[in-house]
């Protein structure tokens, strides 16, 4: 790692996505010494994972500061605010890791110079371990800082590096966003087993532990998805008659290309 207590590693903005990290970061032995969290109001449940491992808060960029790496997870349009507060603490060799939906390399080379800037979009189970993260680096971004960047995100999940800067954008709508998605189909397979019949208690359950489930297989299996599902759906069986409402012409597959388009349309108008 390129950061350690006299060079830390900034992250600004501990909400949900910093602070999933973080306590992912925690959860696999990164040294807390080396970390300084800046945010004027942190979530309770991040709060105690800072305090718990005596990680330095502030509310502000504390000046003086010589951050080998600062990452930026605010919300985008937070940009024009925090920016012009980090400015003193960048140092022409500051690495920076924006983990922000839309905002573009170039806003970042405005605010502080030609530094190395790195645009990851990670996702919330980065908190549990099993994260993926896209990541495109600009041209000033060293092999050291690559590997740090790449060791960070691999300690919470997967990594793509990403040869273009629009792809971000793409990663954004399908894992960015993605496991609201999933969060929804439980919800909604939850309230399909309730208008069955089931008690609510039960319907979470089973929906719960279905998704849960269905994620681990795929997670350990050598199959591809369509091997596993094909492995559930009995010829003229039960899976076959829910299948054919799902995979209709007017089916999931649309319904989530059309998801995941407005996702990446977002995206896109959040570069302001
Ligand atoms: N939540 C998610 O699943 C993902 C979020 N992102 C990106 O992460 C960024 C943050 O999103 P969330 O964590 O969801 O938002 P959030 O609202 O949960 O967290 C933002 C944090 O920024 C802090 N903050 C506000 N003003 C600040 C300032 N002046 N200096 C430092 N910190 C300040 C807030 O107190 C809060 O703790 C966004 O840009 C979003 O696009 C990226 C991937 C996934
Ligand atoms: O909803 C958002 O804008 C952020 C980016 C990806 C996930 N959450």
């Given at each position: 790692?390129?950061?350690?207590?006299?060079?830390?590693?900034?992250?600004?903005?501990?909400?949900?996505m910093?602070?999933?990290?973080?306590?992912?970061?925690?959860?696999?032995?990164?040294?807390?010494?080396?970390?300084?969290?800046?945010?004027?109001?942190?979530?309770?449940?991040?709060?105690?994972?800072?305090?718990?491992?005596?990680?330095?808060?502030?509310?502000?960029?504390?000046?003086?500061?010589?951050?080998?790496?600062?990452?930026?997870?605010?919300?985008?349009?937070?940009?024009?605010?925090?920016?012009?507060?980090?400015?003193p603490?960048?140092?022409?060799?500051?690495?920076?890791?924006?983990?922000?939906?839309?905002?573009?390399?170039?806003?970042?080379?405005?605010?502080?110079?030609?530094?190395?800037?790195?645009?990851?979009?990670?996702?919330?189970?980065?908190?549990?371990?099993?994260?993926?993260?896209?990541?495109?680096?600009?041209?000033?971004?060293?092999?050291?800082?690559?590997?740090?960047?790449?060791?960070?995100?691999?300690?919470?999940?997967?990594?793509?590096?990403?040869?273009?800067?629009?792809?971000?954008?793409?990663v954004?709508?399908?894992?960015?966003?993605?496991?609201?998605?999933?969060?929804?189909?439980?919800?909604?397979?939850?309230?399909?087993?309730?208008?069955?019949?089931?008690?609510?208690?039960?319907?979470?359950?089973?929906?719960?532990?279905?998704?849960?489930g269905a994620?681990?297989?795929?997670?350990?299996?050598?199959?591809?998805?369509?091997?596993?599902?094909?492995?559930?759906?009995?010829?003229?069986?039960?899976?076959?008659?829910?299948?054919?409402?799902?995979?209709?012409?007017?089916?999931?597959?649309?319904?989530?290309?059309?998801?995941?388009?407005?996702?990446?349309?977002?995206?896109?108008?959040?570069?302001?």
């Open positions: 790692m390129i950061f350690s207590k006299e060079r830390p590693f900034l992250l600004v903005g501990a909400g949900r910093g602070g999933a990290m973080l306590s992912g970061w925690m959860a696999e032995g990164v040294d807390p010494s080396a970390i300084v969290v800046s945010d004027p109001s942190p979530p309770e449940e991040v709060r105690a994972v800072i305090t718990g491992h005596g990680i330095r808060l502030a509310p502000e960029p504390p000046a003086g500061l010589e951050p080998a790496v600062v990452m930026v997870a605010v919300k985008p349009q937070l940009m024009n605010k925090v920016l012009p507060m980090l400015a603490v960048v140092k022409p060799d500051t690495l920076v890791v924006s983990v922000a939906a839309g905002t573009p390399v170039t806003t970042f080379e405005a605010a502080f110079g030609p530094v190395p800037v790195a645009r990851a979009m990670p996702n919330t189970p980065s908190m549990v371990g099993r994260g993926i993260t896209g990541v495109y680096p600009n041209a000033a971004v060293t092999a050291d800082q690559k590997d740090t960047v790449g060791s960070l995100l691999s300690a919470v999940g997967e990594v793509v590096w990403l040869e273009t800067e629009d792809e971000i954008d793409l954004t709508g399908v894992s960015g966003s993605g496991p609201a998605y999933v969060f929804w189909m439980a919800e909604c397979l939850a309230a399909a087993g309730e208008t069955a019949g089931l008690s609510p208690e039960t319907a979470k359950r089973l929906a719960i532990a279905t998704v849960c994620g681990e297989l795929m997670h350990r299996s050598k199959e591809d998805p369509s091997v596993l599902r094909q492995n559930v759906t009995s010829p003229n069986g039960t899976t076959a008659a829910a299948l054919e409402v799902l995979m209709a012409e007017d089916g999931l597959k649309p319904l989530l290309e059309t998801a995941v388009a407005a996702a990446v349309r977002r995206a896109k108008e959040l570069r302001g």
